[in-house]
């Protein structure tokens, strides 16, 4: 066994919200819906897919307030500082779907990204780069399937 691990964290200075997964994500990918630009305030998240058991806060999980973004869509953030951490969608009820940003940088995350999603909802201001990436106009599973 390998000692794989990526760490995560919120933006508290103080007793931050801390997550961890230990095992390589089963896929990283460039969303762009409405619901996660719009509740992250940003162009697109990037957003890496865990297994549930291999995902664990470690730290202060009592900072943790969900919101439903949608009745599907259950979103972890912190209390205290705002940030949005990870969600839970119930179409993948085995998985935690990290917001990438929010983990360490600098390190081998186990995953790149692989394709960009809902590009029909991509915000005019933002333009998706030539990265040579498959786009898909709504949701489309990963080929890891
Ligand atoms: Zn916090
Ligand atoms: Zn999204």
Redesign the pocket.
């Known amino acids: 066994m390998s000692n794989f691990i990526v760490k995560g964290k919120c933006r508290c200075e103080e007793n931050p919200v801390q997550f961890q997964y230990t095992k390589e994500p089963f896929e990283i990918h460039y969303?762009?819906?409405?619901?996660?630009?719009e509740t992250c305030g940003g162009s697109l998240?990037i957003?890496a897919v865990v297994e549930n058991a291999e995902f664990e806060v470690t730290a202060n999980q009592d900072k943790i307030k969900n919101f439903d973004s949608l009745e599907t869509?259950h979103r972890k953030f912190c209390t205290e500082c705002g940030c949005h951490m990870f969600l839970n969608v119930d179409a993948y009820p085995d998985h935690t779907l990290v917001h990438v940003p929010t983990l360490e940088r600098g390190v081998d995350l186990g995953q790149t990204p692989d394709r960009w999603?809902?590009t029909d909802?991509k915000h005019p201001m933002f333009t998706i780069p030539d990265d040579g990436l498959p786009r898909h106009s709504g949701w489309e599973a990963t080929s890891n399937t």
């Open positions: 969303c762009l819906c409405t619901d996660c630009t998240a957003i869509c999603v809902f909802s």
